[in-house]
């Protein structure tokens, strides 16, 4: 039984489509990236999984259970945990609150405060903070942090290296590793092909809400990820 | 001279009272950016609560809140969930309306049960007993236990948002709802739970207006107002800030009085008014935007 | 979720030729009516003009106030002035109030137009009940008992009561009229078109260069002008103010009841509104506060259930509009917590 399973999904923003007929399949430790141009879904597909914009599907599935139209609440209760685009941190509680508040489901695991800490250790200094006073690469580790707080199964990332330095990003995608021998399956959202191609088993290229591309990395060639991506 | 510092300590006083109104509905619209128009209203039903509980138990009006409080704790989340729940959204209009109806329903509904007669809690000789604090300023012991009370209720209000799980997520939702939904909040019944811990405060407000004044049931939108000038003096910053605008409204009713027994509502309008000219964010505003 | 260009629909003309037929008929009232048809009908009037005008500011301008009583108050003090110390013909103090009301809402303006949103509401409310508080300090205005209308004043009307009765008819008549016709006029132009952006969206608007708070404090003295103006008439119609009664919240209460029934944001509305209002008022009339219950509870329901009212149920399942604006563009909703 795969983790996540997704046939036919549409989803929309009022009367606009974002999502067209799309499905999308997740093993259990597995990670995918998905990657395409600004507006061709990617986000919109996070969101449909968390149930935070309006979807109608065939299936939607997490662990063989249905998540349509259920509360973005009870979806993270299940183990799921989204790092959104532009971190969100909460800017009236400090860096440690917003640590602990990623564990509000109360989802037992192995994550703690302690080792989110060791995890990343710039933050151990900076734990009483407001959210927003971090750089952007702390704050970054903090919303991991939060999403690992809720000990998932699966955690989605939104946009994970935009607006970061590419030294900032290095650091970050070197921590995906070791959540990733976790045994948490991640989707990884990025417009930054080369970084998503280094750490997903699978990619997926979405095009204008529709599946332009899906393979290993390895079987993937350049020119068809390009003309995937732009549609050329 | 003696007389006008007497004038300010009473204000003080009722200020206690006063940011005891706000603090609700502070709580309300921090978390969910509501304005709840039957807030006063509100005051009123739970002081008419009260009066029916101490008749048919014969308890004393502090022994009251024991049925009171959690039955306005109830009434509240059953409210949110049940109605305004409903009218949140982009759209100003629908809270409002709705808020504005149930005050207009909530007032009329007590007319009709209980007459337009005033009403009063009796707390036995505790209403008459004072304290003289200097000559010339004489401190009534149930106005000075309400105040008392009311900051303790300030305070740990301001404790269990910066130190509890329910009041992160309280801030968590005033912050970014929708990533609050992220963390695994359930926003429904984090904003009945907000709207519960407001109408817990207006349950108190109801009772201690109750044993201090006379009330009836046309007494809810002067306390609204009254409520409302304290958030807007206060700033929305912290619940002290909340304490501060009650205090400075009582201050400025009392010193009104003073003056003219006309101008006591009138003085508390103005002085609103005016601070809401030279300080539109407040005394204590919020430091971040939103 | 229909979008319209076309101003002018089939319905719309039937509409237009109806009202000409119904203001022609409503002209001839003083030469059959009786006095009590009159009464009421001038009270439908002017209900109806101010339920216009506070549909006008919360339906369109998105200023929800709950203090336009003020205004009300303020016609109705401003015609004991200017008739009691200025001498002025009692008929010409309903222009000049409005006048004089938009003048004192540009500083109450400057005021409560730092107050957002909500607060906004609850701030004109404030307003309000300063004019209450102060009107009633007022000696020379007969302070908290109030005053009521000299005899002469009353009788430069016209000298018979039939003539009076039926100058002020036409006078509350005029003015609904008018006042329907302006808030028309005024959303089928340009700034009618702002408006609509402004409610639509303010961000959105302000992108688009439309200047929301020149159209807002617009929309604010007009209805000031117009609230001020019917505030005068209605104390002619009265004769004597108190005020507690002139800034009475409940007038607020009846036009806002009024609108949500009736229908927010279409000029449809506050007509449906004002006739559903004075049906039901009269047989319930003796059960006081219940219909107050009644209505308060039918507001509740109609803003849950259908937020555009008994109108926007009928235009949409008809798709009919006798006064066709700009409409509302709905865009997401599924944002909504329940």
Redesign the interface.
């Known amino acids: 039984m795969s983790l996540l399973e997704i046939r036919n999904l549409d989803a929309f923003y009022g009367d606009f489509q974002a999502l067209f007929g799309f499905d999308f399949d997740l093993e259990e430790h597995e990670t995918v990236a998905a990657i395409g141009a600004n507006g061709a879904g990617k986000t919109t597909l996070l969101r449909a999984i968390t149930g935070m914009v309006a979807a109608t599907s065939e299936v939607l599935s997490y662990r063989g259970e249905s998540i349509q139209s259920r509360e973005a609440a009870d979806i993270v209760a299940l183990g799921v945990a989204m790092v959104p685009e532009g971190r969100r941190l909460f800017p009236s509680l400090s860096v440690e609150e917003n640590l602990v508040i990623g564990g509000y489901s109360g989802r037992p695991g192995r994550w703690s405060l302690e080792r989110v800490y060791e995890l990343f250790p710039a933050l151990r200094n900076r734990r009483s903070v407001p959210g927003t006073a971090l750089s952007g690469g702390e704050q970054q580790m903090t919303a991991i942090g939060r999403a690992l707080m809720s000990n998932p199964d699966l955690i989605l990332f939104d946009e994970l290296s935009l607006g970061l330095a590419p030294v900032v990003v290095k650091e970050i995608y070197e921590v995906l590793p070791v959540i990733k021998a976790e045994g948490t399956a991640m989707v990884v959202v990025e417009q930054d092909i080369n970084r998503a191609l280094e750490v997903a088993d699978r990619v997926y290229c979405l095009q204008e809400g529709r599946l332009a591309l899906t393979g290993a990395p390895g079987d993937l060639t350049r020119d068809r990820i390009s003309a995937a991506y732009f549609g050329t | 001279m003696i007389e006008w510092v007497n004038s300010i300590v009473q204000g003080v006083l009722t200020g206690g009272l006063y940011a005891l109104f706000a603090a609700g509905l502070a709580i309300i619209?921090g978390v969910m950016?509501?304005?709840n128009?039957a807030h006063g209203d509100l005051i009123v039903l739970a002081a008419f609560v009260a009066m029916v509980t101490i008749e048919t138990t014969g308890v004393d009006p502090f022994v009251s809140m024991v049925a009171v409080l959690p039955f306005m704790f109830f009434f509240g989340y059953v409210l949110q969930r049940g109605?305004l729940?409903?009218?949140?959204?982009d759209?100003?209009?629908?809270?409002?309306?709705?808020t504005?109806?149930?005050?207009?329903?909530i007032q009329?509904?007590l007319?009709?049960i209980f007459s337009a007669d005033s009403q009063r809690l009796k707390a036995g000789p505790i209403e008459v007993s004072s304290v003289e604090l200097v000559e010339g300023i004489e401190l009534g012991t149930l106005p000075l236990i309400v105040f008392v009370i009311a900051v303790a209720l300030i305070f740990a209000l301001q404790i269990g948002f910066s130190r509890t799980?329910l009041g992160?997520?309280f801030?968590?939702t005033?912050?970014?709802p929708?990533?609050?939904?992220?963390?695994?909040?359930?926003?429904?019944h984090i904003?009945g739970l907000a709207m519960a811990v407001s109408l817990v405060l207006v349950a108190i407000a109801g009772i201690f207006i109750g044993i201090r004044t006379n009330f009836d049931p046309a007494l809810g939108?002067?306390r609204?107002?009254f409520a409302?000038?304290a958030v807007?003096i206060g700033g929305l910053g912290s619940m002290w800030g909340t304490l501060a605008g009650g205090v400075i409204l009582g201050v400025a009713q009392n010193i009104g009085a003073k003056i003219?027994p006309?101008?006591q509502?009138?003085a508390g309008?103005?002085a609103?008014?005016v601070i809401?000219?030279l300080r539109?964010n407040g005394l204590f505003p919020r430091t971040?935007d939103d | 979720m229909t979008s319209r260009v076309v101003h002018s629909t089939r319905a719309s003309r039937i509409g237009m030729s109806v009202a000409a037929v119904l203001i022609l008929v409503l002209l001839t009232v003083p030469w059959w009516g009786d006095r009590a048809t009159m009464r009421l009908l001038v009270e439908i009037f002017y209900i109806l003009a101010l339920a216009q005008l506070w549909n006008l500011l919360a339906g369109y301008g998105g200023l929800v106030s709950v203090g336009q009583q003020a205004f009300i108050g303020l016609g109705g003090y401003l015609l004991f002035i200017l008739v009691i110390f200025l001498d002025i013909g009692t008929i010409w103090t309903v222009p000049m109030a409005g006048i004089l009301g938009a003048v004192i809402s540009l500083p109450i303006a400057f005021i409560v137009f730092r107050l957002r949103g909500h607060y906004f509401a609850i701030g004109t409310w404030v307003v309000a009940e300063v004019f209450l508080l102060g009107f009633a300090q007022v000696k020379a205005l007969g302070g908290g008992s109030g005053m009521s209308l000299p005899i002469a004043a009353i009788k430069s009307i016209a000298a018979s009561r039939a003539d009076r009765d039926a100058t002020i008819y036409w006078l509350a008549l005029a003015l609904a009229v008018a006042v329907i016709a302006g808030i028309y006029l005024l959303l089928r132009s340009r700034y009618g078109l702002a408006l609509t952006a402004i409610r639509d969206s303010e961000e959105a608007s302000r992108s688009l260069g439309v200047d929301n708070f020149r159209a807002k404090l617009m929309v604010f003295i007009l209805a000031a002008f117009g609230t001020s103006a019917i505030g005068a008439l209605i104390y002619i119609t009265k004769i004597r103010i108190t005020p507690s009664a002139a800034f009475d919240i409940n007038w607020t209460v009846t036009i806002i009841f009024i609108v949500v029934i009736g229908g927010i944001g279409s000029i449809e509305g506050p007509i449906v509104g004002t006739l559903i209002f004075f049906l039901l008022r009269e047989p319930l009339a003796p059960y006081g506060t219940w219909y107050l219950i009644l209505l308060g509870v039918t507001a509740v329901a109609v803003m849950l259930k259908a937020p555009k009212g008994l109108w926007g149920l009928f235009s949409e399942r008809f798709d009919i509009a006798l006064f066709p604006v700009q409409r509302r563009l709905l865009l997401g909703t599924d944002d909504k917590p329940g």
Do not use: C
């Open positions: 619209f950016r509501l304005v128009i109605i729940n409903y009218t949140l959204g759209d100003l209009l629908p809270p409002l309306l709705v504005f109806g149930i005050s207009i329903v009329n509904l007319l009709e799980r992160r997520a801030r968590a005033s912050d970014d929708s990533t609050a939904r992220l963390m695994g909040i359930n926003q429904k904003f939108p002067t609204l107002l409302f000038e807007i003219d006309g101008w509502f009138l309008h103005i609103f008014l809401l000219v539109p971040r």
